[in-house]
């Protein structure tokens, strides 16, 4: 399964922005170093549920529909605070780095008020921009020093014993080859001078770990003009303005029967609430239709479709019925890569679809279609297999 860090300095907001995405209850406190031991939740990711376009009722099993949006599940973790010098143990960087190892992505949330320092205490009008160096500064350092270790474990062979010796980070041969393309390192013999370990880190990372920002606090005054200034560099992260207290009030009062609100929708619909309630969800609704939501639920989409280029496919085994064998109308929704083939697909419904695969049937299009077809963002694929 999909698996996202939820990273930052201390006391940006990263808890809250945790709780919103999953609903775990997790520490939140105005002080540095409230989470100390990882949290771990399931967030999901929006897709459009292909039941509408075809006319029938889904019965989801593996993902939720709601109003016609699949919800994808997807891990999320939130790790300890991160302070400068994280990669050589300071603060809780040692438990930090573990934690974000077998990630697939990371969310860094970014205090875009400017009221907290890079140790996470309060300040006037710190630079929102400066998180975003260190992070990836201490993450590339920490990725050198793992790699410093694996490639000598790799010293003198090739790209595959060096990818065997990066088997923690989940660091496949295609990010590793081109990762040394590059950093210009060869790994045709693995034999690296420090500078090229911490080119090829920093190169490793922006494939293994790919980052984005969530600019929270944006309610805050003066976090809009700090949100310019980080997307201000065309070359950088993707920045999504963030709201992450107004993301959890509304979670909480959906569950409780307030309001009824989709996560990632712009707005929702109060239905018993208060006079002060309502007046507390008027002011989340106004920040809402400033920014185009609270952004978490963007945040948690945009790390799997933009920073990891992931599509949502859906398998079936009966391709008239969109069904499994249960009668499970449009049972299952994976995500796989954006450059995934049919035979792909087979591997991660089954090892044995792709061990005896025949063929494949577009449910859409009713066409036969091959091993080496590649698929695209809502395809409704039916695998056949011999016995």
């Keep these: 399964m999909l698996s996202i860090g939820i990273c930052g300095k201390p006391n940006s907001g990263k808890s809250t922005f945790f709780s919103a995405a999953t609903l775990v209850d997790a520490a939140i406190a105005?002080?540095?170093?409230?989470?100390?031991?990882?949290?771990?939740?399931?967030?999901?990711?929006?897709?459009?549920?292909?039941?509408?376009?075809?006319?029938?009722?889904?019965?989801p099993k593996n993902s939720k529909c709601v109003d016609g949006v699949r919800l994808v599940p997807t891990t999320v973790v939130d790790?300890?605070?991160?302070?400068?010098?994280?990669?050589?143990?300071?603060?809780?960087?040692?438990?930090?780095?573990?934690?974000?190892?077998?990630?697939?992505?990371?969310?860094?949330?970014?205090?875009?008020?400017?009221?907290?320092?890079?140790?996470?205490n309060p300040c006037d009008s710190c630079d929102p921009s400066k998180e975003v160096e260190f992070l990836r500064e201490e993450i590339g350092l920490w990725m050198a020093e793992v790699v410093g270790r694996a490639a000598a474990k790799a010293r003198g062979r090739g790209v595959d014993a060096l990818v065997e010796a990066l088997s923690g980070m989940k660091a496949s041969k295609a990010q590793v080859e081109e990762a040394a393309r590059v950093a210009g390192v060869g790994v045709e013999k693995v034999e690296w001078k420090a500078e090229e370990v911490k080119r090829f880190a920093f190169a490793l990372m922006e494939k293994n770990k790919p980052m984005m920002?969530?600019?929270?606090?944006?309610?805050v005054h003066g976090a809009e003009g700090n949100l310019e200034k980080l997307r201000g560099d065309a070359k950088g992260p993707v920045v999504i303005p963030c709201y992450a207290d107004g993301e959890l009030a509304l979670r909480k009062a959906g569950r409780a029967g307030v309001v009824k609100y989709v996560p990632g929708a712009v707005d929702f619909e109060i239905v018993n609430a208060n006079a002060a309630q309502?007046?507390?969800?008027?002011?989340?609704?106004?920040?809402?239709?400033k920014f185009g939501g609270t952004g978490v639920q963007k945040a948690v989409?945009?790390?799997?479709?933009?920073?990891?280029?992931?599509?949502?496919?859906?398998?079936?085994?009966?391709?008239?019925k969109l069904s499994d064998n249960f009668?499970?109308?449009?049972?299952?929704?994976l995500l796989l890569k954006q450059d995934a083939m049919v035979i792909d697909l087979a591997a991660v419904v089954h090892t044995d679809l792709a061990k005896k695969f025949i063929g494949a049937v577009d449910a859409r299009t009713g066409m036969n279609i091959g091993r080496d077809h590649a698929l695209k963002n809502g395809d409704v694929i039916s695998i056949v297999s011999g016995r």
């Design 213 to 219: 920002v969530a600019a929270n606090k944006i309610d």
């Design 301 to 320: 989409d945009a790390a799997a479709y933009d920073l990891l280029k992931l599509i949502v496919v859906y398998p079936v085994q009966d391709a008239h």
């Design 30 to 59: 105005p002080y540095p170093f409230t989470t100390i031991n990882a949290n771990v939740g399931a967030a999901y990711v929006r897709a459009k549920c292909p039941h509408v376009e075809f006319g029938v009722q889904c019965k």
């Design 327 to 333: 009668g499970n109308v449009l049972p299952d929704a």
């Design 79 to 120: 790790v300890a605070g991160l302070v400068p010098g994280a990669h050589a143990g300071r603060g809780l960087g040692n438990k930090f780095l573990d934690d974000i190892r077998a990630t697939d992505a990371v969310i860094q949330v970014v205090d875009a008020s400017g009221r907290t320092d890079l140790e996470g």
């Design 278 to 289: 309502a007046e507390a969800l008027e002011k989340i609704r106004a920040v809402m239709k």
